[in-house]
């Protein structure tokens, strides 16, 4: 599985979008990109992933560019309940059971 | 929504003691994974599971093993427990991948302290 880099701390107010980035410079054409979010003392929650369209969903939008060697994970108008360590992860798709890698992740802290 | 439900949320047992960590998932998932997680290591995969009686070692299966005798239910053996095996133990289901990526569901986790 690719290898992903993502900043080890970032800050949002409340109300203003969270702009998360991550660079998988290595992905592979059949590797799909994976955000999950982790509050403490909770299990990773799913997010959002795609292939290589823009997605969105109830919590966030997905944006991966042209050469999908990069991805930012958006979240639009974020809350404190928002505040979690958020992982960006690279995984095949080929695969019945393809395990994924979690790396540090970014602690995303909101304040009011 | 799926659910995944770890037995226990806080276990605490003996150095040496046989220890099961229980994990069912009520969506029919094929796959099923055990994760550990500590400060500083992030996630670390200890076995994963792509049907019944299947097994495969992740990256740390040493001083564990696993059984999987029904679908939504893969447990996790430490076979003598040790003060090193102190931590958080995070189980996950996926349905299998295909052509399509899909995510790991977890359980909101085990934290296992050895003394």
């Known amino acids: 599985d690719a290898k992903t880099t993502q900043p080890t701390s970032m800050d949002c107010a409340e109300g203003r979008a969270a702009n998360l980035p991550c660079n998988h410079s290595t992905i592979s054409g059949n590797e799909y990109v994976y955000w999950y979010r982790q509050i403490h003392s909770q299990g990773p929650q799913y997010i959002i992933h795609?292939?290589?369209n823009n997605e969105t969903n109830e919590m966030a939008s997905l944006i991966i560019t042209e050469d999908r060697k990069s991805s930012t994970l958006i979240l639009p108008h974020a809350t404190l309940r928002d505040t979690a360590v958020y992982y960006c992860i690279v995984s095949g798709g080929g695969t019945s059971y393809g395990k994924l890698t979690f790396g540090q992740g970014t602690i995303l802290t909101v304040h009011p | 929504d799926v659910k995944v439900t770890q037995s226990s949320r806080y276990l605490v047992k003996r150095t040496g003691e046989k220890v099961f960590l229980e994990c069912v998932q009520d969506m029919d998932h094929e796959n099923m994974f055990w994760y550990r997680q500590d400060p500083g290591l992030g996630l670390r995969l200890i076995y994963f599971s792509y049907d019944v009686k299947m097994k495969e070692k992740g990256d740390i299966p040493e001083g564990y093993s696993v059984s999987r005798e029904k679908k939504e239910r893969f447990s996790l053996i430490l076979e003598s427990a040790s003060t090193n095996q102190t931590s958080m133990y995070l189980c996950?289901?996926?349905?299998?991948?295909?052509?399509?990526?899909?995510?790991?569901?977890f359980g909101n986790g085990t934290r296992l302290t050895v003394t």
């Open positions: 795609g292939l290589k």
């Open positions: 996950a289901s996926r349905k299998p991948t295909g052509n399509q990526g899909t995510p790991l569901h």
